[in-house]
């Protein structure tokens, strides 16, 4: 199995960029992912990269893997109140992160 | 858009009862459904993948006895808690996957959960 480590707070000013850090363990997952839980709603897939892929952008939102390092990011470019929540990250086994709860203060 | 429901959303029941819960994909059909549990302040902690025909494969520590899982239509997967205790109170979530054919487009749905509390 694999074992998934998030930093569990962040809190940034709106307007301001987020990121967010994930370690892991399994090598051979064929995708990573985000996942996004906010207060009282359910969770919400926010995106994924394949495993040979470095980057990937999607709005507001980067993704950086380094496969070497076993490490991923979510970036989320000009902070929202809205962005607040839980962001998990997860596997290709689709084991979860403990969850970094982001602030963003006005 | 495509649409995983769960049900019941909420259920209380006696130390030493079963109770089922059901998670159906809407409109798409799904081959895999996730169970996940989650308790207060936690992550999601994965307990098995539902195959639609066959057995449930169970994650590690998961009593694959105690949680039984039927995938029997490829829009209906069920968990059932037998014999339940207080220590199974917990949210339960189910997810399931749209596949679009194109690589990249997929996309993750999850259930909104069901609390289940055990006296």
């Known amino acids: 199995g694999e074992d998934v480590e998030q930093s569990l707070f962040l809190s940034v000013r709106e307007g301001d960029s987020s990121v967010i850090n994930c370690t892991y363990t399994?090598?051979?997952?064929?995708?990573l992912y985000w996942y996004k839980q906010e207060p009282g709603a359910g969770l919400q897939l926010l995106t994924y990269?394949?495993?040979?892929?470095d980057m990937k952008q999607d709005q507001r939102l980067t993704v950086l893997l380094n496969k070497k390092d076993k490490h991923l990011s979510l970036r989320i470019a000009d902070t929202q109140t809205g962005d607040s929540a839980i962001y998990f990250c997860?596997?290709?086994?689709?084991?979860f992160g403990a969850g970094t709860r982001l602030t963003v203060k006005p | 858009g495509a649409v995983v429901s769960q049900h019941p959303s909420w259920v209380i029941c006696k130390s030493g009862t079963s109770v089922k819960i059901e998670c159906r994909s809407l409109?798409?059909?799904?081959?895999?459904m996730f169970w996940y549990r989650q308790f207060p302040k936690q992550s999601l902690m994965l307990m098995a993948t539902s195959n639609e025909g066959s057995k449930a494969t169970y994650e590690q520590g998961v009593e694959k006895d105690k949680f039984l899982i039927n995938h029997a239509s490829l829009t209906l997967s069920t968990l059932t808690v037998t014999s339940a205790h207080p220590e199974d109170s917990s949210f339960y979530i189910c997810?399931?996957?749209?596949?679009?054919?194109?690589?990249?487009?997929?996309?993750?749905?999850f259930g909104p959960g069901t609390r289940l509390t055990v006296l």
């Open positions: 399994d090598s051979s997952s064929t995708y």
């Open positions: 997860a596997g290709g086994d689709m084991r």
């Open positions: 997810s399931a996957w749209a596949y679009s054919g194109r690589a990249g487009t997929d996309t993750q749905y």
């Open positions: 990269i394949f495993s040979n892929m």
């Open positions: 409109d798409f059909q799904a081959t895999t």
